[in-house]
């Protein structure tokens, strides 16, 4: 449980810190390669594993690990080509509704994660209590035409999600958490240089100190919420130590959902519908729903 409260954390982080370089008017995108970079280091300064990086291109986990790092680039562009043609509410939805991707997959590939009546009410309340929370009355719909933007995205952060449940059910070890981590956000980073090359804007902010320290913040709660996802879903069944998976992710991205609700209300002094007040409501239903499962 500890773990998943820190991966809860240190995602919730992550909107904090995006939040707050927006507010400061800091590009996002040269916060988001460095954050790369420091999160690899940082998941090869924990790692105390046996294995050297010669042992590395060996690993049955590298294809899945560059999978991952390639497509965490390409949500970053795909988020804000979305916010941009079909708005920051329905991106939003899109992005955390891809949670139903990786509680189905947990469900078909663990054997130890079984569906039930209650587990699955937790799901539905858990959707729309993010439908809910996050929906903007007055904001304008989406034309039709672009409607396949933020359906793509919806697809991309759920097979994302779902590769890491594949990598850690079946090919990273417990004591390989770290490494694998670092070698997905080296990739990432490299992902992140190459795009950099072709996309000249904010180039110069590179050269920036805040830059640079946002970004080394940003890496460091990055890597502990992919880091603190994967070792939560070692204690989870078969082995039957904790939550099953589908009660992870879904107990996680609610979780999120709600801090930052939370934090955007007392901290960015945001406003709240009577819906989104429902919202909040139907996902602390979820949560409480999750515990018992």
Not at 231 to 243: F, T
Not at 249 to 258: K, R
Request: hydrophobic share 55%; proline share 4%.
């Amino acid at each position: 449980m500890h773990f998943l409260l820190l991966c809860i954390l240190s995602s919730t982080a992550i909107f904090v810190t995006f939040k707050t370089i927006n507010h400061l008017q800091i590009p996002a995108f040269p916060v988001i390669v460095i954050n790369y970079l420091a999160a690899t280091l940082l998941g090869f300064l924990i790692y105390r594993g046996d294995a050297n990086l010669a042992s590395i291109p060996g690993s049955p986990w590298l294809p899945i690990s560059m999978i991952i790092g390639i497509m965490f680039i390409l949500m970053f562009f795909l988020v804000a080509f979305s916010t941009k043609k079909a708005g920051i509410s329905v991106t939003t939805v899109a992005s955390k509704m891809s949670v139903i991707f990786p509680i189905a997959f947990s469900l078909l590939i663990d054997p130890g994660d079984q569906i039930s009546m209650l587990k699955a009410v937790a799901v539905v309340a858990a959707l729309g209590g993010v439908v809910l929370t996050v929906y903007k009355p007055n904001e304008a719909h989406p034309e039709r035409s672009v409607i396949f933007i933020p359906l793509l995205l919806f697809v991309g952060m759920g097979l994302v999600d779902s590769l890491v449940k594949l990598a850690q059910q079946h090919y990273v070890s417990e004591n390989e958490t770290a490494l694998f981590s670092a070698i997905l956000f080296l990739n990432a980073f490299i992902s992140g240089v190459i795009a950099a090359i072709f996309y000249r804007k904010h180039r110069r902010e590179f050269l920036k100190a805040k830059v640079w320290g946002w970004g080394l913040l940003l890496g460091s709660v990055n890597f502990g919420s992919i880091y603190f996802l994967v070792r939560a879903l070692h204690y989870s069944s078969p082995a039957g130590k904790n939550m099953d998976s589908s009660v992870i992710f879904g107990a996680n991205n609610i979780s999120i959902v709600a801090l930052s609700v939370l934090i955007g209300l007392l901290v960015f002094r945001e406003k709240l519908k009577l819906v989104n007040w429902i919202g909040v409501m139907l996902s602390a239903m979820a949560l409480l729903l999750f515990t018992l499962v």
